[in-house]
Nanobody, 119 residues
Framework: QVQLVESGGGLVQPGGSLRLSCVASGSIIAISHMGWYRQAPGKERELVATITVPGATTYADSVKGRFSVSRDNAKNTVYLQMNSLKPEDTAVYYC?????????????WGQGTLVTVSS
């Protein structure tokens, strides 16, 4: 079974940092672009950052200059380094990626990891 599993969430004070990881596992032939999304309580899920296979990145305006997305293709892993965290960054963070497995592309989501920014 192919799956995405996030880790690294937790409670952090404003101004602090966290690093999220997302590992794809299973019978994987290829992974396309990978992305991080987040959903705050009472709000819709929003795109945070994406990264292509070669490493081109995009960011939501709200996180530019504070967050950095990277990937290790050999480890099927994508990371989200979050610095200068603000209370408004509090949300469940999800990993997303199209993965080629079993002869077809699968659009997969992780289970989410909670990030709470509070003093």
């Amino acid at each position: 079974q192919v799956q995405l599993v996030e880790s690294g969430g937790g409670l952090v004070q404003p101004g602090g940092s966290l690093r999220l990881s997302c590992v794809a596992s299973g019978s994987i032939i290829a992974i396309s672009h990978m992305g991080w999304y987040r959903q705050a309580p009472g709000k819709e899920r929003e795109l945070v950052a994406t990264i292509t296979v070669p490493g081109a990145t995009t960011y939501a305006d709200s996180v530019k200059g504070r967050f950095s997305v990277s990937r290790d293709n050999a480890k099927n892993t994508v990371y989200l380094q979050m610095n200068s965290l603000k209370p408004e960054d509090t949300a469940v963070y999800y990993c997303n990626a199209p993965i080629f497995s079993g002869g077809r592309w699968l659009e997969l989501w992780g289970q989410g990891t909670l990030v709470t920014v509070s003093s």
